[in-house]
DNA sequence: GCGTGGATATATCGTTACGATACGTCTGTG
DNA sequence: CACAGACGTATCGTAACGATATATCCACGC
């Protein structure tokens, strides 16, 4: 999904999607080589995309070869379909960032759903957690408590994010005139996006 | 190491170990069968631990078979070694939750660079991904974008956490004056460990 | 005395994905 | 011109995951 959304974006070679991807995610997971490449060649088999090896874009210079990869429409088909797709596969921790970082390709209800799909997923560890914490606590010692209660903390954290979050698309979702060009849209909830 | 830590509290079987490790890092990672077994079976092959099928610690009531794996001495021996190794494999993100739940058989000098050396390692992830960020927020949407402030934040708050635990740390390791050690030394420092 | 369901318990299998690395090219710097 | 370091494609060995097989124990109602 992730290779299929940036394709998306525009035709791009191996190490830039790698990059792009990098920094995306940043923290924590990464994209290898070891899964890039072979996915490549899965999708490339599928027919999800094409290899485009001269890469005449520019004009000259003879650029070392450098192998494009464009989405095609059968590509492209799936990348809307799989966004479209509400359940486990898109709020697991593994599955939530990448399909939160491409919200701009999707539909304001499965936003939504999706949102709201990560957020009880959260809770539900939170109350099963909170119910053993009182048991485990005793035996446990002051470092190992200490890292539950920052882990707590953190998912309580979390869990608030996706509440601002849906309460801005919540906002959002009312008002369904188009925007008037006069300013006086000042205090609008929108996901405080930098509008630069 | 985490099953060395656990087994070297005291002797358990299989499931359990997989129990208590998974509500002590809860919260995504956890061990599965797949790699606790065939871990449990190499460290028998180096004999860092043994088997002990007969299970008669209670009395009677011919509990059903389960196979209780118990640390040797040269089992201890690792655990310790690997406890004292400060670098890169203590504070990577994989290995420092485990690490950090078992501080409480660490002695504090280790503790405090295990703490700073992920802290430092926070702390180059965020000057980077800052560095980049002013480049790569113009060609990213909202989404992306908030996905990379919530990042940053996150981070920024694990490096305050840091930055707290390392206080107490210091605060307990120099009382700030001079204090002559008269009373006896014997059992101090240790943060009350479990059933004190 | 029987069946059902769920927790306990050990173990393996197929696949995915990772980390390291090989191999080559281009670009900037002293 | 030499060299370091970014760029770029690709594979290999292995660790770890998720799913599942198998089996026992126990509480429950009936």
């Known amino acids: 999904m992730a290779v299929l959304g940036l394709l998306h974006e525009s035709p791009m070679h191996g190490y830039e ?3 792009r991807l990098n920094l995306m995610l940043g923290w924590g997971r990464l ?3 070891g899964s890039l490449y072979p996915t490549l060649k899965k999708m490339l088999r599928a027919s999800w995309i094409t290899e485009d090896r001269s890469a005449t874009q520019g004009a000259i ?4 070869p450098r192998i494009v990869y464009r989405l095609t429409e059968t590509g492209e088909r799936q ?3 799989l966004m479209s ?3 486990p596969t898109a709020w697991e921790d593994g599955n939530f960032d990448i399909r939160f970082a491409f919200f ?3 539909d304001m209800e499965i936003r939504l759903r999706v949102l709201e799909g990560r957020r009880t997923r959260l809770q539900e560890r939170l109350e099963k957690v909170q119910s053993q ?3 485990t606590q005793k035996e446990m010692d002051q470092y190992a408590a200490e890292l539950q209660r920052h882990g707590v ?3 309580e954290r979390e869990v608030r994010w996706l509440s601002d979050l849906i309460n801005a698309e919540r906002s959002q979702q009312a008002p369904t005139a188009p925007e008037p060009a006069e300013p006086s849209a000042t205090t609008k909830t929108r996901p405080q996006g930098r509008n630069g």
């Open 17 to 19: 999607l790698r990059k």
């Open 31 to 33: 994209l290898s080589y």
């Open 61 to 64: 210079t003879s650029r070392r």
């Open 79 to 81: 990348f809307v379909a």
């Open 85 to 87: 797709e509400v359940g």
């Open 104 to 106: 701009g390709r999707t």
């Open 133 to 135: 914490l009182s048991l």
């Open 153 to 155: 903390e953190s998912v």
